[in-house]
């Protein structure tokens, strides 16, 4: 397998793996929301579990270690945004930092395998890094590297710490560069839930202009738009007045009208469902070339999510109402 492949495999096995952590933690526990502060209560749990790094790379632990790490790197990645590597140059161990003193912990390191499957040791060799944005000048990041070392020097929090860091570091090169934002990065799902999409400058922006151009939009289109379920109605009868089909609500004529009633749709299930908010996917495969299906609405739990574009599509595909059983599903 190249590096490209081991880290793919890497970052592919992260959410079953970070599912099993949850279970673990049980039901009481803080969920993994890939918070800073998450990290902090993580670390004392590991510190409770483990007094050594060499308890914590025993073979038997792996799996807990491994979990560990990934979540670690996740959390990270959401504030300096890059990739998952892996790192297989001969003294990969002894490269990472914070850097590891204890030869027995070397050892395990360098002749250990640390992917998902059970490979015999050292097979292939390397550990998965992160390789944050190049435009940032920060060196990759050994997960496992800040795990173990956090066990042997028990002092402070520096997982936090060095998550306050990558994100001052952001901080910094994003004000001396106004054009430039981190790649949005998206969490793995954890159990049933989703991932969780990493800040959009496309999607703060699109929210910012309708809070601006829904008062037009209304003017336009009058109507009593309260954000309510019978308002629902009469949004699916407005768009089935100008879209026969799916194809209309792609035509240039129809942008405007369409443009706000997704954001119309999605801002009722908002404010009047259950607890949830607007997140931005351009990676997710659809079944159409609009930019507007990647505007989607996902609760606060992240166990579910609605797509407005997607919901008015199939209504006009079909043609037949769904925005108000779409509106009240999401408020059960």
């Known amino acids: 397998m190249t590096r490209d492949d081991l880290a793919a495999d890497w970052a592919g096995g992260i959410s079953p793996a970070l599912t099993g952590l949850a279970d673990d933690r049980g039901p009481d526990a803080t969920p993994l929301d890939f918070a800073a502060a998450t990290l ?5 749990d590991l510190r409770l579990a483990y007094d050594t790094p060499a308890e914590a790379i025993h073979p ?18 959401q504030v300096c945004s890059g990739r998952w590597d892996w790192d297989d140059e001969p003294g990969f161990a002894e490269r990472g930092r914070p850097q590891i003193t204890d030869p ?6 360098t002749e250990g395998y640390w992917g998902w499957d059970a490979n015999p040791a050292g097979t ?4 998965p890094v992160l390789a944050p944005d190049p435009v940032l000048g920060i060196a990759a990041i050994s997960p496992l590297h800040l795990v173990l070392s956090a066990l042997s020097d ?6 936090r710490s060095r998550y306050d860091e990558l994100a001052a570091a952001v901080s910094d090169y994003a004000a001396a560069h106004p054009d430039w934002a981190p790649e949005q990065t998206e969490t793995p799902g ?24 829904f008062h037009s939009w209304a003017e336009r289109y009058p109507g009593d738009w309260d954000f309510g379920g019978e308002s629902l109605d009469r949004l699916d009868d407005l768009v089935a007045a100008h879209a026969t089909g799916p194809q209309d609500l792609d035509a240039p004529q129809n942008r405007f009208l369409i443009e706000g009633a997704v954001w119309y749709l999605g801002e009722a299930q908002r404010r009047g ?3 949830s908010r607007w997140v ?3 990676w997710r495969d659809m079944p159409t070339d609009s930019d507007l299906a990647h505007f989607e609405l996902q609760s606060s739990d992240n166990a579910a999510v609605s797509l407005p574009y997607i919901i008015l599509s199939s209504a006009a595909e079909d043609q037949d109402r769904k925005s108000r059983r779409k509106f009240d599903r999401w408020r059960s």
């Not at 292939?124 to 550990?127: D, E, F, H, L, T």
């Not at 159990?191 to 151009?213: F, H, M, R």
């Open 40 to 44: 902090t209560e993580l670390l004392a």
């Open 60 to 77: 038997d632990q792996r799996p807990d270690l491994l979990a560990i790490a990934g979540y670690l790197g996740e959390t990270l990645l």
């Open 104 to 109: 027995a912990v070397l050892a395990a390191l």
């Open 124 to 127: 292939p060799p390397g550990i």
């Open 154 to 159: 028990r002092g402070g929090d520096p997982w």
């Open 190 to 213: 954890v159990g049933d839930c989703y991932g969780i999409p990493g800040p959009s400058p496309i999607l703060n922006a699109w929210l910012a202009k309708w809070d601006n151009e």
């Open 273 to 275: 469902g259950r607890p």
């Open 280 to 282: 931005y996917r351009d």
